[in-house]
């Protein structure tokens, strides 16, 4: 079976394709191909509360460039989805009423608990802990998503209008930050140990920047040292230096403090990073529905 997932982010849109193989009772995924294009809605969208007619035909353009790979792929089922940046949007029933007329597409416009569901529906093959919960953590553009895991059960799940292109423009108030803080203190009142698992582009580019192994954890001192290190850069220097694409090296120090705020609220050390994303739980809850 051949599976695609369309994911439009406040920051960036992404089209993953994966080919599902049956072997020894076993289903898995493999990636054929990953697209991905920086038209950062939520600049316009937490800015002006709508998507520009600019980026809107940039969007339009992208899906349509992604709807041709769909189909030069043979794709058996496809879905899209749109967070924050469109959730918000005082314009998005027009976007997605032109983006189905030009495209055939079906943008989904999907909610945060929606958004954090389907992140942990890509069911991370870690090497767990019995005594340890598992606090999933998405940092998008628009908004942060958190999925506590004890075990197979998810304990509590909450998303927050607190994402990286939203602090750029900064527009995230402060009752939100009081709201995130409350939540995650209370889950440190836990007598269990917290480790984070952690997804999204800033995560996955500050383990690559640590060179580790591709199994291997982050701890809260190294994400400050790289904080320190990154922040004290221009944007230009971290392009430069550290091979960052310019979409992500003027937010990735955002991503990191919020990384960092959170370990701190739960008392956590630990994050892991398994590299996936919402694209992938969209992928692995359409195999259960077409298989």
Not at 54 to 63: E, G, K
Not at 75 to 92: E, G, Y
Not at 162 to 174: E, Q
Not at 201 to 224: C, E, F
Request: with cysteine.
């Amino acid at each position: 079976m051949r599976l695609a997932a369309i994911d439009v982010g406040s920051n960036a849109m992404r089209l993953l394709i994966n080919d599902v193989i049956e072997l020894n009772g076993k289903s898995h995924f493999v990636k054929l191909g990953l697209f991905r294009v920086p038209v950062r809605l939520g600049w316009d969208v937490f800015n002006d509360g709508k998507i520009s007619d600019h980026n809107t035909q940039r969007l339009i353009s992208a899906l349509s460039a992604y709807k041709n790979f769909v189909d030069a792929y043979e794709v058996d089922h496809l879905r899209a989805c749109a967070t924050s940046a469109m959730r918000d949007a005082s314009n998005s029933k027009e976007i997605i009423t032109a983006i189905k007329k030009t495209t055939g597409i079906e943008l989904e416009v999907i909610h945060g608990k929606v958004e954090a569901d389907l992140i942990q529906q890509a069911e991370w093959q870690g090497k767990l802990s019995k005594d340890v919960d598992y606090l999933y953590m998405d940092v998008g553009g628009g908004s942060t998503e958190y999925s506590l895991h004890r075990g197979k059960e998810v304990i509590r799940s909450k998303s927050f209008n607190i994402g990286t292109i939203r602090l750029l423009a900064d527009k995230v108030k402060k009752s939100e930050w009081q709201k995130m803080q409350e939540f995650l203190q209370e889950l440190s009142t836990s007598p269990r140990n917290i480790e984070f698992v952690g997804s999204g582009g800033s995560i996955n580019t500050a383990h690559k920047l640590s060179k580790r192994p591709s199994n291997a954890v982050l701890d809260y001192a190294y994400i400050k040292k790289l904080y320190e290190q990154i922040d004290r850069l221009t944007v230009n220097e971290r392009i430069v230096l550290h091979g960052l694409k310019p979409d992500r090296a003027d937010v990735l120090p955002i991503a990191l403090k919020l990384y960092l705020r959170s370990m701190e609220w739960t008392e956590a050390d630990i994050i892991h990073v398994p590299k996936f994303g919402l694209s992938d739980g969209m992928i692995r809850t359409l195999y259960r529905q077409h298989r």
